[in-house]
């Protein structure tokens, strides 16, 4: 990857004895082959710096070829392979579905030759959290109703209604440090095999979200004759009832009206001491925020993923923790971690989640390919080897010191990975059972997202995506493709966001009450 302190080459930066078109492409890489159009580019048009006139109409944020690439050659963006010509690409062409297609090549794993000792602030970092009784530091105070099966989530859905404040304001008027009563429910628990991966995964993310320091209190409810026994869960995750976890079921407590009333009784037990709850400065190592790309665009690894991950050096820096995720995503760039691994046995983890992957996909008559999405490629992306070359940029420049499983607890400080799909509610929803208490969220094509309970930030890409939907977004990074920002300032600017969401500042999509739906825990496995 480049080095992001000189992503934008100086032949394509504004200045005012530049002439007028010196801004029309973003070179990336000096061995790259193709140029990025920083607006609509039409048949004509010069490329300052490059020699090459434009062919064709080249929409925005979409690749201009700058030399001649022969049939079968490759072709670099990022100074790394993203394709292969189909055919011959003369220069000033687009290049894009038509003309470039997946290969393979050998990725040269390196193991560790990348690392280098990090180093802490002295002084780091804080931010306003609330310390939970067993040392867990939470971002926020919310109840949470869980489910084990799908059959249960009609009650969860209609308890945890009964405290919303659009609906009943009353509900938690004398609870103002409480943000809410959640319900998340999901779609699976039964018909599985009861020892099978599929059904250990559900309970690793169950889990995960009833030990979720941003819950006060949390209950689990099921029908009572489901896969996914309750007891189950507990014994598997080491979970115990007590005055902040209970459990029950439908059958049990005999039929929907009880188990709602039964709910709504308890959770008002719980309202009074979650309430009493005050924020203090702790240091930034208790943050570990979960790093996300949705509907990204040709521009997603130029401004917004490598302003995130500028910001998660600072992050590491100030001994906190990053997770990388969206497997699918970083595949035929996973060399570039593998480099960065503190040991060999690391990046051997992470190479097999990539073997796992191949499998998986050959099992179900898929392709890997089949990521970028209708929209991505929309927005310029053509191959998943590009998106992922622009989406490993999320993690910065900072070492791999581990890296899990989907929905494992993480330990580690430091950036890790996660094995998760790409689609974005799965791989969250994976971060956040790990421990996630922020999530940040790039998006070029635009997105309405929320992850309760742990606040999502979203992160434009462009500023004609930041005109159009800054309801939704926290942060544009549009600026940097005009000149006006450095991906430094950009990456200490989200750092700061980071810390002051941390401290209670509500992020567009807990002002527009999403995260309640995004709870999408991934089923594998045959469903019986």
Same mark, same amino acid.
Not at 229 to 242: K, N, P, W, Y
Not at 290 to 306: F, K, V
Not at 412 to 424: C, K, Q, S
Not at 473 to 487: A, F, Q, V, W, Y
């Given at each position: 990857?480049?080095?992001?302190?000189?992503?934008?080459?100086?032949?394509?930066?504004?200045?005012?004895?530049?002439?007028?078109?010196?801004?029309?492409?973003?070179?990336?890489?000096?061995?790259?082959?193709?140029?990025?159009?920083?607006?609509?580019?039409?048949?004509?048009?010069?490329?300052?710096?490059?020699?090459?006139?434009?062919?064709?109409?080249?929409? &925005?944020?979409?690749?201009?070829?700058?030399?001649?690439?022969?049939?079968?050659?490759?072709?670099?963006?990022?100074?790394?392979?993203?394709?292969?010509?189909?055919?011959?690409?003369?220069?000033?062409?687009?290049?894009?579905?038509?003309?470039?297609?997946?290969?393979?090549?050998?990725?040269?794993?390196? @193991?560790?030759?990348? +690392?280098?000792?990090?180093?802490?602030?002295?002084?780091?970092?804080?931010?306003?959290?609330?310390?939970?009784?067993?040392?867990?530091?939470?971002?926020?105070?919310?109840?949470?109703?869980?489910?084990?099966?799908?059959?249960?989530?009609?009650?969860?859905?209609?308890?945890?209604?009964?405290?919303?404040?659009?609906?009943?304001?009353?509900?938690?008027?004398? @609870?103002?440090?409480?943000? $809410?009563?959640?319900?998340?429910?999901?779609?699976?628990?039964?018909?599985?095999?009861?020892?099978?991966?599929?059904?250990?995964?559900?309970?690793?993310?169950?889990?995960?979200? +009833?030990?979720?320091?941003?819950?006060?209190?949390?209950?689990?409810?099921?029908?009572?004759?489901?896969?996914?026994?309750?007891?189950?869960?507990?014994?598997?995750?080491?979970?115990?009832?007590?005055?902040?976890?209970?459990?029950?079921?439908?059958?049990?407590?005999?039929?929907?009206?009880?188990?709602?009333?039964?709910?709504?009784?308890?959770?008002?037990?719980?309202?009074?001491?979650?309430?009493?709850?005050?924020?203090?400065?702790?240091?930034?190592?208790?943050?570990?925020?979960?790093?996300?790309?949705?509907?990204?665009?040709?521009?997603?690894?130029?401004?917004?993923?490598?302003?995130?991950?500028?910001?998660?050096?600072?992050?590491?820096?100030?001994?906190?923790?990053?997770?990388?995720?969206?497997?699918?995503?970083?595949?035929?760039?996973?060399?570039?971690?593998?480099?960065?691994?503190? &040991?060999?046995?690391?990046?051997?983890?992470?190479?097999?989640?990539?073997?796992?992957?191949?499998?998986?996909?050959?099992?179900?008559?898929?392709?890997?390919?089949?990521?970028? &999405?209708?929209?991505?490629?929309?927005?310029?992306?053509?191959?998943?080897?590009?998106?992922?070359?622009?989406?490993?940029?999320?993690?910065?420049?900072?070492?791999?010191?581990?890296?899990?499983?989907?929905?494992?607890?993480?330990?580690?400080?430091?950036?890790?990975?996660?094995?998760?799909?790409?689609?974005?509610?799965?791989?969250?929803?994976?971060?956040? +059972?790990?421990?996630?208490?922020?999530?940040?969220?790039?998006?070029?094509?635009?997105?309405?997202?929320?992850?309760?309970?742990?606040?999502?930030?979203?992160?434009?890409?462009?500023?004609?995506?930041?005109?159009?939907?800054?309801?939704?977004?926290?942060?544009?990074?549009?600026?940097?493709?005009?000149?006006?920002?450095?991906?430094?300032?950009?990456?200490?600017?989200?750092?700061?966001?980071?810390?002051?969401? +941390?401290?209670?500042?509500?992020?567009?999509?807990?002002?527009?009450?999403? $995260?309640?739906?995004?709870?999408?825990?991934?089923?594998?496995?045959?469903?019986?």
């Amino acid at each position: 990857m480049p080095d992001i302190k000189n992503l934008i080459s100086p032949a394509a930066a504004t200045s005012a004895a530049a002439p007028a078109n010196a801004a029309h492409a973003v070179r990336l890489h000096a061995e790259d082959d193709v140029v990025i159009a920083r607006s609509q580019l039409v048949g004509g048009t010069v490329l300052a710096g490059e020699d090459v006139r434009v062919s064709g109409l080249i929409p &925005s944020g979409h690749k201009v070829a700058v030399r001649q690439i022969e049939q079968g050659q490759a072709v670099r963006r990022y100074g790394q392979i993203i394709g292969f010509a189909s055919r011959t690409i003369l220069p000033g062409e687009h290049v894009h579905t038509h003309n470039l297609v997946m290969g393979e090549f050998v990725r040269d794993y390196a @193991f560790c030759v990348d +690392a280098k000792p990090t180093v802490l602030k002295e002084t780091p970092a804080t931010f306003d959290g609330i310390v939970r009784a067993n040392g867990r530091v939470a971002t926020r105070n919310y109840i949470g109703i869980l489910t084990s099966v799908n059959c249960s989530a009609t009650v969860a859905r209609a308890i945890a209604d009964r405290f919303r404040r659009d609906i009943f304001p009353e509900a938690l008027r004398a @609870f103002p440090n409480v943000d $809410g009563v959640v319900a998340l429910t999901h779609g699976a628990g039964c018909a599985v095999d009861p020892e099978g991966e599929g059904l250990a995964m559900l309970q690793r993310t169950l889990g995960g979200y +009833a030990n979720h320091p941003n819950f006060a209190g949390v209950l689990v409810i099921g029908l009572g004759c489901e896969t996914n026994q309750i007891s189950r869960i507990m014994e598997t995750q080491g979970l115990v009832e007590a005055d902040f976890l209970k459990t029950f079921n439908i059958q049990e407590t005999g039929g929907t009206a009880k188990t709602i009333a039964h709910g709504v009784d308890l959770i008002n037990q719980m309202l009074a001491e979650a309430n009493r709850v005050h924020r203090q400065p702790v240091p930034a190592s208790h943050l570990v925020v979960g790093l996300q790309c949705g509907g990204s665009d040709g521009y997603s690894g130029i401004s917004a993923n490598p302003s995130l991950g500028a910001a998660v050096d600072l992050l590491v820096q100030n001994g906190g923790t990053a997770i990388l995720s969206e497997t699918p995503e970083i595949y035929g760039a996973e060399h570039l971690l593998t480099r960065r691994a503190v &040991s060999r046995e690391i990046g051997e983890k992470l190479v097999s989640r990539i073997h796992w992957w191949e499998e998986y996909c050959a099992r179900n008559n898929a392709a890997m390919n089949n990521n970028p &999405s209708a929209g991505n490629k929309a927005g310029g992306l053509t191959t998943v080897l590009e998106k992922s070359l622009g989406g490993i940029a999320k993690g910065g420049n900072t070492n791999l010191v581990e890296v899990y499983e989907y929905a494992e607890p993480v330990k580690a400080r430091g950036l890790v990975f996660m094995d998760t799909p790409g689609y974005d509610p799965i791989s969250a929803t994976g971060q956040v +059972a790990g421990g996630a208490n922020l999530i940040c969220f790039t998006t070029g094509r635009g997105s309405a997202y929320g992850c309760a309970p742990t606040p999502s930030l979203k992160i434009a890409t462009n500023n004609a995506l930041w005109k159009r939907q800054q309801e939704d977004m926290d942060l544009n990074c549009g600026t940097i493709l005009t000149g006006e920002s450095t991906i430094e300032e950009k990456g200490r600017e989200l750092f700061q966001l980071m810390l002051d969401t +941390a401290s209670g500042k509500r992020s567009c999509s807990e002002t527009h009450g999403y $995260g309640q739906n995004e709870f999408v825990p991934w089923q594998i496995g045959a469903i019986t």
